[in-house]
């Protein structure tokens, strides 16, 4: 079984400052790992996935994450926040028939 | 690419009445597709899963008679909301993936359907 964890239903930074979400799984079998972000009255935009290479990944936007499989983390940072980068952000976890186990999301306020 | 496009984006409808919503993949062959459900500021819930050709798999506690999916093509999926009431108002995203049954390609989610039921 899977499950995800995100930290914080609500962060807000200063723009130009870091972003940082955090997601922890829980995951029997070599897990998948995925961000997604939805802006208001959207679906979900893939920002960037973990399948077992590099253990840090380069998404869109500016963003990256970083597999720990030692604190079973897979946090998504931002050095400097936009205020475009405003929206809900989902940490998900594919499961042994590769569907998606997604966390409760992070919603990601950016001050001015 | 891995566009995937839903249809309506928008519909309000009567109590008792039945709802398709459409599921496309424009530039890829989806041969897993996934539909969720949203409640507002909640995470998106899985309610079933369909592939190609064969009959949904439904999560637990999603009534298969009440939400019918069909799964015709390698393009299409739809999904039924039938005899419709005011509580089954929610967001509903469909995702779909392409490569083999069971595969780790990525899923690319629609943009959404708002169902609102009076």
């Known amino acids: 079984a899977q499950s995800v964890t995100q930290l914080g239903s609500h962060v807000s930074v200063s723009e130009g400052a870091l972003v940082l979400l955090r997601c922890n799984y829980s995951?029997?079998?070599?897990?998948?790992l995925f961000w997604y972000v939805q802006y208001p009255n959207q679906g979900l935009q893939l920002l960037l996935k973990y399948t077992s290479a590099a253990t840090l990944v380069k998404g869109i936007n500016g963003f990256e994450a970083e597999f720990k499989k030692s604190e079973t983390s897979f946090h998504l940072t931002k050095p400097s926040a936009h205020m475009s980068d405003a929206a809900e952000y989902f940490c998900a976890v594919g499961g042994s028939a590769r569907q998606l186990t997604f966390g409760s999301g992070t919603q990601l306020t950016v001050l001015p | 690419g891995a566009v995937v496009s839903q249809h309506p984006s928008r519909v309000i409808c009567k109590s008792g009445t039945s709802v398709k919503i459409e599921c496309r993949s424009l530039d890829f062959q989806a041969t897993t597709m996934f539909w969720y459900r949203q409640f507002p500021k909640k995470s998106l819930m899985l309610m079933a899963t369909s592939n190609e050709g064969s009959k949904a798999t439904y999560e637990q506690g999603v009534e298969k008679d009440k939400f019918l999916i069909n799964h015709a093509s390698l393009t299409l999926s739809t999904l039924t909301v039938t005899s419709a009431h005011p509580e089954d108002s929610s967001f509903y995203i469909c995702s779909a993936r392409g490569g083999l049954a069971g595969s780790t390609d990525t899923q690319y989610f629609g943009p959404g359907t708002r169902l609102t039921v009076l």
């Open positions: 995951s029997s079998v070599p897990p998948y």
